[in-house]
């Protein structure tokens, strides 16, 4: 199986257990209480998964510190939010992530809203072994 369609099956997945949980909770909680939800959907799903992932930030090769997406289920970045509207900065910020970990697809999740909203984001910087 090539990677791509990997990445389609599972991103498809995540997005299932995100609706199981607005659709179950709705709209209205703070995010700590849809990571913990999501968390339970995503192990009922069988999914493996890391929360709250700390990476390591580098500049120039130095270390410069640490940052943190809610979930890393395989090697998709998954970013939680519970606010009324998503706004760029949000997008900047899960972009951000798969630029720093090097990873090629993420997801914003936000639960916040009356219908779930996700994006799915593609780091197109990413860099492979090879260049």
Known sequence: MDKHFDDEKLTYDIIGCAMRVHT???????ELI???????ELAAAGLEFQREFNMPIH???QFIGERRVDFLVGEIAVELKARTQLEDVHLAQ??????AY???TGLLINFGAPKLQFHRLTNRKRKTELG
Do not use: D, S, V, W
């Open 102 to 104: 090097n990873l090629t």
């Open 24 to 30: 179950e909770l709705g709209c209205g909680f703070q």
């Open 59 to 61: 500049y120039k090769g």
């Open 94 to 99: 899960a972009m951000n992530y798969l630029e």
């Open 34 to 40: 849809y990571q913990r939800a999501f968390g339970i």
